[in-house]
C-alpha cells in the first residue's frame, strides 16, 4: 500500500515539475509549439479535474459537463464584444454564470438517479449549445472571435505565452488542491458516502441532495473557470466548445487517467492530448487508431493509468 501510494506520488511529482519546466525547454529549442499545445492540455486537465470531482468523488455521471467550459468562454467573449476588457470584471461573469448553470441543472437532474441523470444533464448542456447557436448577435454557428485578450490592470499579460501558460497551470495547480482539500474534508467524505451508499447516508441523517448539490456546484464554477482560460487560448469562442462530443473527451480523460484519483485526470489529459495530436499528424484516420488504444487501457487497466501504476508497484 505505501509503495503504490509513494510510486503515484512520484508520477504526480514527475508531472507537476515536468509543467513547471515546460517553458524553459520550449525556449531553450525554440519549440514555441510545444507550449502551445501544453497550454491547451493544462485548460483541459482543469476542466477534466473538475469532471472527476462529482464522477470519480461523487458518483455522478454528467454527460453535459463541456457546457461550463462554453459559458465560461462566452461570457468573456460577450463582454469583449460590449467593450468589457478587464478580467476582473470578466473572469468573475463567467464564474458565476457557470455557478448558476450548475445550480439549476444540478437542482432538477439530482432529483434523479442513472441513466436519467445522464440524460438530463445531456439535455441540459445540448439546449446551451442550441442557445449559442442562435446567438447571431455573437456570431451564432461561426462563433465568436476575440479580439483582445482579457486585461488585469499591467499585473499580468496574457499576450505573453510563458505568462499565460503559467496562469492557466496555477489554476489547474490550485484546482488540484481544492479538490484534494474538499475530498479529505468532512463534506467531501459525506460525498464519497453517498457514493457508495445513499441510503445509508440519508439513514443516518445526511440531506443527500444538498451535499451533491454543492458539489456539482463548485465542479461547474471550476469548468467555467477553463471556459475563461481557453476563451483567452484560442481568441475564438463556438458553439462546438458545448457539443456533447466535448463531454465525452472530458469523461475520456478522467477515466483514462484514473477516475476518483487525485492526479488521474491531468495524466489523462495529457496522454489523450498528445495522443490525438501525433496521430492526427501521422494520418487523417487517427482515431480509428486511439479509439483501439483507449479501449485496451480502460480493458487491461482497471483505475486508469494511476490504477496501473498502483499495480505495478506492488508486482
Not at 30 to 40: A, C, K, P, Q, Y
Not at 89 to 114: D, K
Amino acid at each position: 500500500m505505501t509503495s503504490s501510494f509513494n510510486l503515484r506520488n512520484a508520477v504526480a511529482a514527475i508531472v507537476v515539475v515536468g509543467l513547471l519546466l515546460l517553458p524553459l525547454f520550449s525556449q531553450a529549442t525554440g519549440n514555441v509549439f510545444v507550449l502551445t499545445l501544453f497550454t491547451r492540455i493544462v485548460i483541459f486537465a482543469l476542466a477534466a479535474v473538475s469532471l472527476n470531482l462529482i464522477m470519480g468523488y461523487g458518483g455522478m455521471m454528467s454527460f453535459g459537463h463541456a457546457a461550463y467550459l462554453g459559458i465560461g468562454g462566452y461570457a468573456v467573449g460577450i463582454l469583449a464584444a460590449e467593450g468589457f476588457g478587464s478580467g476582473f470584471i470578466q473572469w468573475p461573469v463567467a464564474l458565476l454564470a457557470s455557478a448558476l448553470f450548475a445550480l439549476v441543472i444540478g437542482a432538477l437532474s439530482l432529483r434523479t438517479r442513472g441513466v436519467y441523470f445522464i440524460m438530463i444533464t445531456l439535455a441540459f448542456a445540448q439546449m446551451a449549445y442550441y442557445v449559442a447557436s442562435g446567438l447571431s448577435r455573437y456570431g451564432g454557428d461561426d462563433g465568436l472571435t476575440i479580439y483582445k485578450r482579457s486585461t488585469f490592470g499591467g499585473l499580468i499579460n496574457l499576450s505573453n505565452r510563458v505568462q499565460f501558460y503559467y496562469l492557466c497551470l496555477f489554476c489547474l495547480l490550485g484546482g488540484v488542491f481544492l479538490v484534494w482539500r474538499i475530498v479529505n474534508s468532512r463534506f467531501g467524505l459525506v460525498v464519497q458516502g453517498l457514493r457508495s451508499n445513499e441510503q445509508r447516508m440519508q439513514a443516518i441523517g445526511f440531506p443527500a441532495t444538498r451535499y451533491q448539490l454543492v458539489c456539482f456546484v463548485i465542479a461547474g464554477t471550476m469548468c467555467g473557470l477553463a471556459g475563461a482560460l481557453l476563451a483567452n487560448n484560442t481568441d475564438f469562442i463556438s458553439p462546438a466548445v458545448m457539443y456533447w462530443t466535448r463531454s465525452g473527451d472530458l469523461m475520456v480523460m478522467v477515466i483514462l487517467g484514473g477516475m476518483g484519483s487525485l492526479f488521474g485526470p491531468v495524466v489523462g489529459a495529457i496522454v489523450y492530448l498528445v495522443l490525438e495530436e501525433f496521430l492526427s499528424q501521422v494520418t487523417e484516420y487517427w482515431a480509428m487508431i486511439m479509439g483501439p488504444l483507449l479501449l485496451l487501457i480502460v480493458l487491461f487497466g482497471r483505475g486508469g493509468i494511476m490504477g496501473l501504476v498502483g499495480r505495478f508497484s506492488r508486482g
